[in-house]
């Protein structure tokens, strides 16, 4: 997604901003499916579109309260609630007023302005990187189901929580059991999010190939594992360093922010995946693949 259909989408987004849109609409707008929308403007912004339209809305509210005498039911009707109840506590949360303390003088309310997406010149920085293409790949993992929304939340622990979950009730060590000694490397496995499902698969497996004990893998499968594979892709490999997990996501940041842009590749609807090596270096948390193509290959 370039920095102009981000802007485009915003200026869509204030064009329509009293009718009835959701991000998906805004999508369709810029010619992108309503995940890939929806997970670019995220890490650009900061924010999803339908966190920037409901801000725009009650700040919009706000300003109508102090200089009209819209009331506070036509303004829930006006501005997308379903009541002015639910209007009413919308607004009280991202103001910290009431619409009543918001139409008197001395009010104190937030001002959300519109976004403008700006290009700015800063220090020069280095985003390592490397092309690697994969031909299919099969994986044993245990697996579980996600809802899409949580994708771009930061104060979502849900994936880390199911990697804890899985060390605690000793899932992932047999799975390590079953390769050879030294390449029991683990991957963090992950389904696109697509516009017709509520819900993304995310995976912790490991790769199974000739060094794999395949009569073990057979069992896993039996007892709840899962088999996963992958299509051949080319992948844009890009090594998280850190102490935790949060370089991921600002590593996945950096590929919206600087790489899609400067590079003209694009994310594919293929599986992405970290590898968190059996023997990584230090300072090395995992590599994240991300699968891509060029913007201008169908």
Same mark, same amino acid.
């Given at each position: 997604?370039?920095?102009?259909?981000i802007?485009q989408?915003?200026?869509?987004?204030?064009?329509?901003?009293?009718?009835?849109?959701?991000?998906?609409?805004?999508?369709?707008?810029?010619?992108?499916?309503?995940?890939?929308?929806?997970r670019?403007?995220?890490?650009?912004?900061?924010m $999803?579109?339908?966190?920037?339209?409901?801000? /725009? /809305?009650?700040?919009?509210?706000?300003?109508?309260?102090?200089? $009209?005498?819209?009331?506070?039911?036509?303004?829930?009707?006006k501005?997308?609630?379903?009541?002015?109840?639910?209007?009413?506590?919308?607004?009280?949360?991202?103001?910290?007023?009431?619409?009543?303390?918001?139409?008197?003088?001395?009010?104190?309310?937030?001002?959300?302005?519109?976004?403008v997406?700006?290009?700015?010149?800063?220090?020069?920085s280095?985003?390592?990187? /490397?092309?690697?293409?994969?031909?299919?790949?099969?994986?044993?993992?245990?697996?579980r189901?996600?809802?899409?929304e949580i994708?771009? @939340?930061?104060?979502?622990?849900?994936?880390?929580?199911?990697?804890?979950?899985?060390?605690?009730?000793?899932l992932?060590?047999?799975?390590?059991?079953?390769?050879?000694?030294?390449?029991?490397?683990?991957?963090?496995?992950?389904?696109?999010?697509?516009?017709?499902?509520?819900?993304f698969?995310?995976?912790?497996?490991?790769?199974?190939?000739? @060094?794999?004990?395949?009569?073990?893998?057979?069992?896993?499968?039996?007892?709840?594992?899962?088999?996963?594979? $992958?299509?051949?892709?080319?992948?844009?490999?890009?090594?998280?360093?850190?102490?935790?997990?949060?370089?991921?996501?600002?590593?996945?940041?950096?590929?919206?922010?600087?790489?899609?842009?400067?590079?003209?590749?694009?994310?594919?609807?293929?599986t992405?995946?970290?590898?968190?090596?059996?023997?990584?270096?230090?300072?090395?948390?995992?590599?994240?693949?991300?699968?891509?193509?060029?913007?201008?290959?169908?």
């Amino acid at each position: 997604m370039s920095i102009q259909r981000i802007q485009q989408a915003i200026n869509y987004m204030e064009e329509h901003i009293c009718e009835d849109i959701h991000y998906t609409d805004v999508a369709k707008h810029v010619h992108m499916s309503g995940y890939d929308f929806h997970r670019t403007f995220s890490f650009v912004t900061g924010m $999803t579109a339908n966190e920037y339209i409901r801000s /725009r /809305r009650l700040t919009l509210a706000a300003q109508e309260f102090q200089t $009209t005498g819209l009331s506070v039911t036509d303004a829930a009707y006006k501005y997308g609630y379903e009541s002015p109840e639910s209007f009413s506590k919308a607004f009280s949360r991202f103001h910290g007023s009431t619409p009543r303390q918001a139409k008197q003088k001395g009010a104190k309310l937030h001002l959300f302005n519109p976004l403008v997406i700006k290009i700015i010149l800063e220090g020069g920085s280095i985003m390592d990187y /490397r092309m690697e293409h994969r031909e299919q790949q099969q994986f044993i993992a245990m697996v579980r189901a996600f809802p899409n929304e949580i994708i771009n @939340d930061d104060n979502d622990h849900s994936v880390p929580d199911f990697w804890t979950e899985c060390y605690e009730k000793n899932l992932i060590e047999p799975m390590k059991q079953l390769r050879a000694a030294g390449k029991r490397d683990l991957y963090g496995l992950c389904t696109p999010t697509r516009d017709s499902e509520t819900h993304f698969q995310y995976g912790i497996g490991v790769l199974v190939d000739e @060094d794999t004990d395949m009569a073990g893998v057979q069992r896993m499968v039996e007892n709840g594992y899962r088999m996963w594979k $992958t299509e051949p892709v080319d992948y844009a490999v890009f090594r998280c360093m850190g102490a935790d997990g949060d370089c991921i996501g600002e590593t996945w940041s950096k590929f919206f922010k600087e790489f899609v842009p400067q590079t003209g590749y694009v994310q594919t609807d293929d599986t992405d995946y970290e590898i968190y090596f059996e023997n990584g270096e230090s300072g090395l948390f995992c590599e994240l693949w991300i699968p891509v193509r060029r913007a201008d290959r169908s």
